[in-house]
């Protein structure tokens, strides 16, 4: 099972962008599908993007052209999320995972904090 480490949060002014990065130790990282989620306190936690090992991508809807998830399967078993064009909707603390696409196990990362606020 992969333990998933997040950074990258913090706060930024409407409009502007953030890169997110979740770090996966443990092996076989390219079995497994990766996700952003994010949650708002007292709201479900609500699938932001996933990247499967060969790329193919899947997006909410509220963040469809403004964010790009990818990852680097080879080199640093890292997925990362781009944020673009933040508005304050996007403020929440934003977790990554891993699903095993065989096993379907699953691991979650701590989460990191985005804020965007004038």
């Known amino acids: 099972q992969v333990q998933l480490v997040e950074s990258g949060g913090g706060l930024v002014q409407p409009g502007g962008s953030l890169r997110l990065s979740c770090a996966a130790s443990?092996?076989?990282?390219?079995?497994?599908?990766m996700a952003w989620y994010r949650q708002v306190p007292g709201t479900q936690r609500e699938l932001v993007a996933l990247?499967?090992?060969?790329?193919?991508?899947?997006y909410g809807d509220s963040v469809q052209g403004r964010f790009i998830i990818s990852r680097d399967n080879a080199n640093k078993n890292t997925v990362y999320l781009q944020m673009n064009s933040l508005n304050p909707e996007d403020t929440a603390v934003y977790y990554c995972n891993a699903v095993h696409r065989v096993s379907g196990s699953g691991s979650w990362g701590q989460g990191t904090q985005v804020t965007v606020s004038s």
């Open positions: 443990g092996s076989m990282f390219g079995l497994y599908n």
């Open positions: 990247i499967t090992p060969g790329g193919g991508t899947n």
